[in-house]
T-cell receptor, first 111, second 116 residues
Framework: ETGVTQSPTHLIKTRGQQVTLRCSSQSGHNTVSWYQQALGQGPQFIFQ???????GRGNFPPRFSGLQFPNYSSELNVNALELDDSALYLCASSNRRGSQFFGPGTRLTVL | AQTVTQSQPEMSVQEAETVTLSCTYD???????LFWYKQPPSRQMILVIRQEAYKQQNATENRFSVNFQKAAKSFSLKISDSQLGDTAMYFCAFKIWGDSNYQLIWGAGTKLIIKP
């Protein structure tokens, strides 16, 4: 059974640029959730996708957007990057009511 | 709104000792899940243990067990016979059962250091 994978591992961007982060869900899971974790803090929920549709959203601006594909993999897109977007971005997959299992994360640095 | 509070920013114990991490939460819901996740320096978030609120029996996974007090809204994690590999950030998290938005709500974490 393949676990949750994320790419890239690390990424450096400059203010104003756009970034796309990718997540492959665990086999058998149809739900993907994205979280932002600033250094020294707990994760903050960005949004969740269930069967290719957004299923809920946290307190993040519209420049954070996402997609889920028919194979349940997912992308997180962030436009007009700001310095405060520097964080670890975590992807978790689950069945809709099940426990969430996390990928290794993508460390984004915005300069 | 639901909140999760971890009041111990950092704890340190000797290898083989038992340690208990505290977590309290606030909700008006009656059906929910509670979780403990571990995040070692490698940063991968790992599920340690899960508790369904409707279950009176405390969950146990090998050396890890919880003390779930629903009336007090308390959910502590006990690690027995601690090992060096248990060194990590530990996060308590909460999820409502049956809500259309199945997000996890997280505490701020407790940094646990196991000393040799």
């Amino acid at each position: 059974e393949t676990g949750v994978t994320q790419s890239p591992t690390h990424l450096i961007k400059t203010r104003g640029q756009q970034v796309t982060l990718r997540c492959s869900s665990q086999s058998g899971h149809n739900t993907v959730s994205w979280y932002q974790q600033a250094l020294g803090q707990g994760p903050q929920f960005i949004f969740q996708y269930y069967r290719e549709e957004e299923n809920g959203r946290g307190n993040f601006p519209p420049r954070f957007s996402g997609l889920q594909f028919p194979n349940y993999s997912s992308e997180l897109n962030v436009n007009a990057l700001e310095l405060d977007d520097s964080a670890l971005y975590l992807c978790a997959s689950s069945n809709r009511r099940g426990s969430q299992f996390f990928g290794p994360g993508t460390r984004l640095t915005v300069l | 709104a639901q909140t999760v509070t971890q009041s111990q920013p950092e704890m340190s114990v000797q290898e083989a000792e038992t340690v208990t991490l505290s977590c309290t939460y606030d909700t008006s819901e009656s059906n929910y899940y509670l979780f403990w996740y571990k995040q070692p320096p490698s940063r991968q978030m790992i599920l340690v243990i899960r508790q369904e609120a409707y279950k009176q029996q405390n969950a146990t996974e090998n050396r890890f067990s919880v003390n779930f007090q629903k009336a007090a809204k308390s959910f502590s994690l006990k690690i027995s016979d601690s090992q060096l590999g248990d060194t990590a950030m530990y996060f308590c998290a909460f999820k409502i059962w049956g809500d259309s938005n199945y997000q996890l709500i997280w505490g701020a974490g407790t940094k646990l250091i196991i000393k040799p």
